[in-house]
């Protein structure tokens, strides 16, 4: 077969590669593709993302640059109807054209609920939306935190509100309300609230408020996002939620421990009506007073009929009373009967203490005591009469006796004698000794004890005669008369007319003489001696 002829050039496969990717770049170098997306299964480990964008007809492959995922807004999600926006272009080894995608948005309010459903799903499964969960509000919080814009009229109006009902401590936290930065924006001031120390420089609040104001659900996307959920349900400060108008609903509104309708109700949910407040605490206030009117006014009823059941004080005293004084009236007259009797007792002892009896029984007793020594002297006499006799016929044998004893000692002595030796005597000795201690010991305590009770019969003795002396007698102003002898004169019959007597006082002595007849014995006057003087003894 014959070489065929022709001008057409040759190219390689590279260069048609390089001419179609060229053309379709240049053609195609800016489009926006809606589609649904299939095929995702997460960023690869390079950090890229592919997947592929389809419709009915046709699909074309996609690939998302690290860089560029960074920066969605919405990030693919399998099955997701989107309009990416980015640039055609080839793949020569595999002769594909794909779509460089730089933006992804949802095609859609349909693909937005559609996201929205399937993320409320989820979270809803991981319990983050439980009732359980929510905690009951703060009934009057100190410090109040605000999340949201500084320059709309949303915080405008929840500080106007809250002036209206009590005023408070306002703190704002500034973010954005929508946009791509209006999620961690979010997140950041929820976690800076609750990063807070409780007595810290700035106060830490009680209660948190994430308002805007009403929007598209595009625009509400930001309040959507999982990490806003997550970080309303992580939050340690309970959270109300006034994110739209009443008809507007996110996710943050079933996380948050209340949801309000419209960021004035939330302002009316965190405080309550100061005057109504006021007005509360005075109306319990009458009523305490009022109550404790009513239980002192029954108290005091209560009392008052406790007290007319109890007996007057005077009758409860009247019968001790009575009793006192009885006592008291028969008190003068016990005592005036316990000193007679005290007295008469006394009288009878006196008279069996006479000095007369002392001296009676130390007569007698002197008596018995010579009676005594007389027949001692009269037995030892005959006694030594007795031994006499007995010593006299054995004295003239004893001079022979005795010397032929002491013969026969010294004899007997003489052959004893190399037989001893000292060893055995003081063993002797120190046997002798160890007996006789004992007996010396028991000796001197028996001896002790005999001594002192000789000593306290004596000592008694001695009470008993200075309680019987006259002397005692004398102490209380009577006085011994004594002759010259030094007999006792008991009479006046036996003083005359220029006797000499001594009277004996309890102080000292005193010479007299008698003088004249006896004098007669002047009867004492009811109010006794006068001048408090002694009366005369004759």
């Not at 770049?25 to 964008?53: K, M």
């Not at 500034?174 to 979010?186: K, L």
């Not at 609903?249 to 079933?254: A, E, N, S, V």
Request: aromatic share 6%; net charge positive.
């Amino acid at each position: 077969m014959s070489q065929l002829l022709t001008n057409a050039s040759e190219f390689t496969v590279s260069e048609i590669a390089q001419a179609v990717k060229r053309a379709v770049e240049d053609e195609f170098g800016h489009v926006r593709v809606r589609g649904e997306i299939s095929g995702f299964r997460g960023q690869h480990s390079s950090g890229h993302a592919y997947f592929t964008l389809k419709d009915d007809a046709a699909s074309i492959d996609a690939v998302v640059w690290k860089g560029s995922y960074a920066k969605l807004a919405f990030k693919p999600q399998e099955g997701l109807e989107v309009i990416a926006t980015g640039r055609l272009t080839t793949f020569p080894r595999s002769s594909k054209y794909q779509i460089v995608i730089e933006n992804i948005e949802p095609a859609g309010a349909g693909a937005l609920m559609a996201l929205l459903e399937e993320r409320r799903k989820k979270l809803l499964a991981e319990g983050l939306f439980a009732r359980e969960r929510k905690r009951a509000l703060p009934y009057l919080p100190r410090v109040i935190g605000v999340i949201t814009s500084p320059t709309g009229a949303v915080i405008r109006d929840i500080l106007h509100r809250l002036d209206d009902r009590f005023p408070s401590h306002v703190l704002v936290w500034p973010v954005r309300v929508q946009g791509e930065t209006c999620a961690p924006e979010v997140v950041n001031a929820i976690e800076g609230f609750n990063a807070f120390l409780p007595n810290g420089p700035i106060p830490r609040p009680d209660l948190l408020i994430v308002a805007r104001g009403g929007g598209s659900i595009e625009d509400l996307w930001g309040f959507n996002e999982e990490a806003v959920v997550r970080a309303v349900a992580a939050s340690g400060i309970p959270v109300i939620s006034a994110v739209g108008h009443e008809t507007d609903t996110t996710l943050i509104d079933y996380a948050s421990d209340m949801r309000a309708p419209t960021p004035t109700a939330a302002a009316e949910a965190a405080v309550p009506v100061r005057a109504e407040l006021i007005a509360y605490v005075d109306d319990q206030g009458a009523r305490q007073r009022q109550a404790a009117r009513r239980s002192l006014a029954s108290l005091k009823d209560r009392l008052r009929a406790a007290g007319a059941g109890l007996p007057r004080p005077a009758d409860l005293v009247s019968t001790q009373r009575q009793s006192l004084d009885l006592a008291s009236s028969e008190l003068s007259g016990a005592l005036r009967h316990f000193v007679q009797a005290r007295r008469i007792a006394f009288s009878n002892l006196s008279a069996a203490m006479q000095p007369r009896l002392v001296r009676q029984r130390h007569a007698e007793l002197g008596e018995r005591l010579i009676n005594l020594g007389r027949r001692g002297q009269s037995g030892l006499v005959k006694t030594v009469e007795r031994a006499r006799l007995t010593f006299d016929p054995a004295s003239r044998r004893l001079p022979g006796a005795v010397a032929t004893s002491l013969e026969r000692k010294q004899t007997a002595l003489a052959r004893l004698l190399p037989r001893l030796s000292a060893q055995p005597l003081r063993a002797e000795l120190r046997h002798a000794r160890g007996q006789l201690s004992p007996l010396d010991q028991r000796l001197g305590q028996a001896g002790s004890q005999l001594t002192l009770g000789r000593r306290q019969q004596l000592g008694q003795l001695g009470k008993l005669l200075e309680t019987l002396s006259y002397r005692n007698v004398l102490a209380r102003g009577y006085a011994l008369v004594q002759d010259e002898a030094g007999n006792v004169i008991s009479s006046q019959a036996n003083a005359r007319p220029g006797d000499a007597l001594n009277l004996t006082f309890a102080d000292g002595e005193v010479g007299v003489v008698v003088a004249g007849a006896p004098a007669l014995r002047r009867k004492p006057s009811r109010s006794g001696p006068d001048n408090g003087s002694q009366e005369s003894l004759f």
